[in-house]
């Protein structure tokens, strides 16, 4: 809760402390970082703009830092630039697609060659396939002539 500068009204107001780009998926949160409405309210009884003055910790695949969403527009995107969050022309690189033009990039770069196929597994002999066989209709056995002493002890308890 946040009380209004104007009014004193007690608001209820959604604080970012931090910005994970990798989850914020569409840019909304950096997007909202950079235009200054991010961490603002508007009172609901008056109307006035509440807008928060804290840091916000951004925290890139490469690097953490904070902003202040209230400082200037060309200072943030100059460091949004730098922290590889903006492109030079002001594209917003956050969420996904940001991650996956690094791997691509990174992938290029390593000229990393896909793994090599496994050897086939190998074939079952006949002497496998008669060990498989016996050790089947043995456990079967087994496991009947087990049902049977169970069966045969409990009907010894029973009388």
Sequence with gaps: MIS????GESNKIIYYA?????????GSLIARLIDGTLNTHKCHNCGTLIRLSRDVLIN??????????VESREYKESILKKNRILTQNGRNLS??????????TKLEKEQVKPAPIPPPAPKITPRTQIYNELHRILSEKLSSKIEEDTEKEESKNDT
């Design 95 to 104: 969420g996904s697609e940001s991650t996956f033009s690094k791997a691509k």
């Design 60 to 69: 890139t695949p490469n690097d953490m830092f904070y902003l202040n969403p």
């Design 18 to 26: 931090s910005i994970n780009t990798f989850m914020d998926i569409d």
């Design 4 to 7: 209004c500068p104007k009014c």
